[in-house]
C-alpha cells in the first residue's frame, strides 16, 4: 500500500478516535434524556432512580453529591485544551503533515484524556466506599441492564442502517 495512502487512513482512523473522545471530554455525551458525560450513572435523573433502586440512606446519598459535587469542581480546574485538539486537526490536512508535531498533539490529548479518566475512577471508588456490598451487588446489575440495553439499540440501529442500504437504488 502506497505510503501516502496509509498515513491518509491513519489520520482519518486518528481524527474518528480522538474526535469522538474530544466530544465526550468536552461535553459529555447529550442523548434524548440529557448530559451524561463524566457522570454516568451517578449523573442528573439517572441518580435519582439509582438512589432508589439501591436504596441509600439519606446520608449515602448526601456522601455521594459530595464526591460528584468535588468531580465537578476537579473537572471545571481542568478543562479540556481545545487549542491542541484544532492544532492536530489542522496539522494532519496540510500539504506536509510535520509527523513530530502531530505526535506531540496526539500526546497531549491523550494526557488529557487520562486525566479524566484518573479523575473518574478516583470518584468510581469514592463512591464503591460508601456502598453497602448488597448495595454493589445491585449495582452490578444496574450496570449489566444497561449493558444488553445498549446493546439492542447498537444492533437496532445496525439493522436499519442495513436496511436502508439494501433499499438505495443501484446506479
Known sequence: MNRKVLIALVAVALILVLG???????????????VHGDMGLFGGRMFAQLEARLN???????????IREQQREQM??????RTAHEALMRQLFTD???QAEIQK??????????????QMVTMAAQINQVLT??????LQKVMSEHRQVREKMKQRRQERRQEGQQKQPTQ
Do not use: S
Open 76 to 81: 471545571k480546574q481542568q478543562p479540556v485544551d
Open 105 to 118: 498533539l496526539t500526546q497531549q490529548l491523550q494526557q488529557q484524556q487520562a486525566a479524566r479518566l484518573n
Open 56 to 66: 441509600l440512606t439519606p446520608e449515602q446519598t448526601q456522601q455521594i453529591k459530595q
Open 96 to 98: 506536509n503533515p510535520n
Open 133 to 138: 456490598p448488597e448495595q454493589r451487588a445491585e
Open 20 to 34: 469522538a473522545g474530544f466530544a465526550f471530554a468536552q461535553r459529555g455525551h447529550r442523548g434524548r434524556h440529557g
